[in-house]
């Protein structure tokens, strides 16, 4: 039996089978629970965590550098394709210490908002002209020492990525996404290792980005060394120019070109998945692939509002992702995934309670291999988020109604794998960085990788 290396007693959880009144949780060594009793007083050594304490949250798809974009894109308008020109700018500049600053500022961030782990969509591989560093994955290193300070999970969602289009080379600052072919690219990955925070599983960045022939490599390198499939992730019919390419070309939709590929399945997430047809959502929930709806970032590129409530009911787990960071609010996803929904079809409460929760933080941390997580049960992962029930957003509100009032600046108390990494609203492993400070980092961090001064 494991030893209890630390407890904590709770006024409010949040537990499988919904919210609960005086919650003690232990946790052993290895940072996973294991007691949970509902009902409990508070034990000599218990640590008190006020308001309601949720699961650890998992941010299933996340573009650390697009952080820098917040508020530089917003004036003239444009579409999806303008704003990418704009993020092309960006990827220019970025080097290894750059991208550390700013993915380390942009997960402090998160771990302040709640989530314990994050799934990293990374294509930005090479240097500039896509000359190789020293170390071919000194990029992804960066994001691996940015979690590892930040003090969160991550899932480095290493991400195949060859034409600018299909049949159209990449061309300018994509260089720096291409390996050449995807055994290039499986040969580059296969050089990374995961260690207790760490996984490396594989992206497909779209069917616009890999070719047809290309995709079943990928598949065949997700594969573990034990049998088992890892993590795929692939953007999937984000817009519709998307699907009028692939229909031109593969005479399908791309849900039916990846279907034909073996790239759908239960290890597979489908990311965005707004304009997919009745046949795709047969498709994607037979075969039990996971789709990441991103509320705010579709909402913010005009990209539309998916059929979320039709996937989920085909077999599609829902998860969610803040994408390109416009803002980093779980919560604000989850009521995104709802208030869609409510709009598509003129009825409330499309998404039970226990299904916005589920999205949040199991169905999330199963889409990147970390089964364990977004459950406070024995045998879960020691991930705990203490919700406050006193601010603006949330005071007068029945508990179990939090996720719905909540913000992520109501976030007090954050702790994983046992490890108090957020206390009191404060970040407790960035030495002397508190959330005010962290604004202050992510100024620096941000004028740093447009090379500008903070004040620019």
Do not use: K
Not at 17 to 35: F, K, L, N
Not at 283 to 300: K, N
């Amino acid at each position: 039996m494991r030893g209890v290396t630390c407890s904590w007693w709770c006024e409010h959880a949040w537990l499988p089978t919904g919210p609960a009144v005086s919650v003690r949780i232990e946790a052993g060594a290895d940072g996973v629970i294991t007691a949970v009793q509902v009902g409990a007083e508070p034990a000599p050594g218990d640590h008190l965590l006020q308001g309601m304490v949720m699961p650890g949250f998992a941010n299933t798809h996340s573009h650390a550098f697009h952080r820098a974009l917040r508020g530089r894109t917003q004036l003239d308008g444009g579409t999806f394709w303008t704003w990418r020109d704009r993020m092309y700018a960006l990827a220019d500049r970025l080097d290894p210490d750059t991208f550390r600053e700013l993915a380390t500022a942009v997960y402090a961030e998160m771990v302040l908002s709640g989530i314990t782990c994050v799934g990293e969509f990374h294509y930005l591989h090479h240097g500039p002209g896509g000359a190789r560093y020293g170390d071919p994955n000194a990029m992804g290193e960066a994001l691996r020492d940015a979690a590892h300070a930040a003090g969160l999970r991550l899932t480095l969602l290493d991400t195949c990525y060859l034409t600018g289009g299909i049949d159209v080379p990449l061309a300018g600052v994509q260089r720096r996404f291409d390996d050449g072919d995807a055994e290039s690219w499986a040969d580059r990955v296969s050089m990374m290792c995961d260690d207790d925070t760490f996984r490396v599983a594989a992206a497909v960045h779209s069917v616009r980005a890999v070719p047809a022939d290309q995709l079943d490599v990928v598949v065949e390198a997700a594969i573990g060394e034990d049998g088992m499939p890892r993590p795929v992730h692939v953007h999937l019919s984000e817009q519709p120019a998307e699907n009028a390419a692939c229909l031109a070309a593969y005479g399908c939709t791309p849900t039916q070109l990846l279907a034909a590929h073996g790239v759908l399945g239960s290890a597979t997430t489908a990311v965005h998945a707004t304009h997919v047809t009745a046949g795709d959502i047969v498709l994607l929930g037979e075969s039990r692939t996971t789709v990441c709806v991103c509320p705010t970032t579709e909402r913010d590129l005009a990209d539309g509002i998916g059929p979320a409530r039709a996937l989920a009911d085909a077999g599609s787990a829902i998860a969610l992702g803040t994408d390109q960071h416009v803002m980093v609010d779980m919560f604000a996803e989850s009521r995104g995934l709802e208030m869609n929904e409510r709009l598509r079809s003129g009825q409330r409460g499309r998404f039970s309670l226990a299904e916005l929760v589920d999205a949040l933080a199991p169905a999330g941390h199963a889409a990147l291999g970390w089964p364990a997580g977004g459950r406070l049960e024995v045998g879960g992962l020691a991930d705990l988020v203490a919700v406050r029930l006193d601010t603006l957003r949330t005071a007068g509100a029945l508990a179990g109604q939090i996720p719905l009032v909540a913000a992520g600046g109501d976030v007090d108390t954050v702790i994983i794998g046992g490890r108090l990494v957020v206390s009191g609203g404060q970040h407790a492993l960035l030495e002397g960085v508190g959330r005010s400070d962290i604004a202050g980092r992510m100024v620096r961090a941000v004028a740093g990788a447009w090379n500008t001064s903070p004040s620019s």
